[in-house]
T-cell receptor
Framework: DAKTTQPNSMESNEEEPVHLPCNHS???????IHWYRQLPSQGPEYVIHGLTSNVNNRMASLAIAEDRKSSTLILHRATLRDAAVYYCILRDDNQGGKLIFGQGTELSVKP | KAGVTQTPRYLIKTRGQQVTLSCSPI?????VSWYQQTPGQGLQFLFE???????NKGNFPGRFSGRQFSNSRSEMNVSTLELGDSALYLCASSLLAGGISYEQYFGPGTRLTVT
């Protein structure tokens, strides 16, 4: 299973943008980049996913490097509710529902 | 649309006992996956069921088993409980279309404590 590397923790101020990095130098051509987050005392929650092009949705944006060896999850205006552990996961869709979680980045948001 | 539900939410068992946890996926979802979350090991994949068949299995001993019913509801069973089985057990469901799966929707989990 391809591995990802994320910083253990990051801090942000409320209403400022947050850039959460992820390195995945061994990514293969069929791996999708998925992001999930886990708020305190809850199950993980899907955030966004992409393959090669940058992606936007109502929650966040995903910027993927041209060589696909790294990606960045962008929260455009952090709120206190965005404080969570963010997981960057590589998935080959032939794996079905299997997600391999790393340690993730714990994001804290200061008011 | 109702989310993924898991029962019970909390459970206390004694070493050597067995336990069965239940998961009801989102209506229309046919894939159900199970995960174990502990402070030391983080989130680890247990197994996935699709159309009543196990599709994927993680690296857990045979004491951990599961099944899926025709209505897509799933159960996981842990026999001969050990102290190390104390964890949050999470269930996730997803809609599969043509072999391409998208997001997994997680339930709130069952907190199992083994004493």
């Amino acid at each position: 299973d391809a591995k990802t590397t994320q910083p253990n923790s990051m801090e942000s101020n409320e209403e400022e943008p947050v850039h959460l990095p992820c390195n995945h130098s061994t990514i293969s051509g069929t791996d999708y980049i998925h992001w999930y987050r886990q708020l305190p005392s809850q199950g993980p929650e899907y955030v966004i996913h992409g393959l090669t092009s940058n992606v936007n949705n109502r929650m966040a944006s995903l910027a993927i490097a041209e060589d696909r060896k790294s990606s960045t999850l962008i929260l455009h205006r952090a709120t206190l509710r965005d404080a969570a552990v963010y997981y960057c996961i590589l998935r080959d869709d032939n794996q079905g529902g299997k997600l391999i979680f790393g340690q993730g980045t714990e994001l804290s948001v200061k008011p | 649309k109702a989310g993924v539900t898991q029962t019970p939410r909390y459970l206390i068992k004694t070493r050597g006992q067995q336990v069965t946890l239940s998961c009801s996926p989102i209506s229309g979802h046919r894939s159900v996956s199970w995960y174990q979350q502990t402070p030391g090991q983080g989130l680890q994949f247990l197994f996935e069921y699709f159309s009543e068949t196990q599709r994927n299995k993680g690296n857990f001993p045979g004491r951990f088993s599961g099944r899926q019913f025709s209505n897509s509801r799933s159960e996981m069973n842990v026999s001969t409980l050990e102290l190390g089985d104390s964890a949050l057990y999470l269930c996730a469901s997803s809609l599969l279309a043509g072999g391409i799966s998208y997001e997994q929707y997680f339930g709130p989990g069952t907190r199992l404590t083994v004493t």
